[in-house]
């Protein structure tokens, strides 16, 4: 299973971006997918993870909430994090999961992830 994250850059504080992943080489409706971000020095961090059918959508408990939506596209094999309102301790490396087990906030559960997009937002 491949994971190929793309959608990063460089922003302005208040901009959106718009982080998708396409997944190959599996059948992407048995995978629950996850967002993690890592900061310089830090261990990942999960923003987001939505449920195989896409019913079911989870958000970290951090900042992100309000701002940031996980959605799937079961038929085009792709999972998107629409970020609204970015703001500069949004910088960070971006990275794409899936999970054969279900959605879940924690990494260990995810058997596959993406190489990663910097999203960097200026002040």
């Known amino acids: 299973v491949q994971l190929?994250?793309?959608?990063?850059?460089?922003?302005q504080a208040g901009d959106s971006l718009k982080l998708s992943c396409a997944v190959s080489g599996g059948t992407f409706s048995t995978y629950a997918m996850g967002w993690f971000r890592q900061f310089p020095?830090?261990?990942r961090?999960?923003?987001?993870?939505?449920?195989?059918?896409?019913?079911?959508?989870?958000l970290s408990d951090y900042s992100v909430k309000g701002r940031f939506t996980?959605?799937?596209e079961?038929?085009?094999?792709t999972v998107t994090?629409?970020?609204n309102s970015l703001k500069p301790e949004d910088t960070a490396v971006y990275y794409c999961a899936a999970n054969p087990?279900?959605?879940?906030r924690s990494e260990g559960g995810y058997a596959y992830w993406g190489q990663g997009t910097?999203?960097?937002?200026?002040s």
Request: proline share 0%; charged share 20%.
């Open 81 to 83: 994090l629409q970020m």
């Open 70 to 72: 996980i959605s799937r």
């Open 101 to 104: 087990y279900g959605s879940s």
């Open 4 to 11: 190929q994250a793309s959608g990063g850059g460089l922003v």
């Open 118 to 122: 910097q999203v960097t937002v200026s």
């Open 41 to 43: 020095g830090k261990d």
């Open 45 to 58: 961090d999960f923003i987001a993870a939505v449920s195989k059918s896409g019913a079911k959508a989870y």
């Open 74 to 77: 079961n038929d085009k094999n």
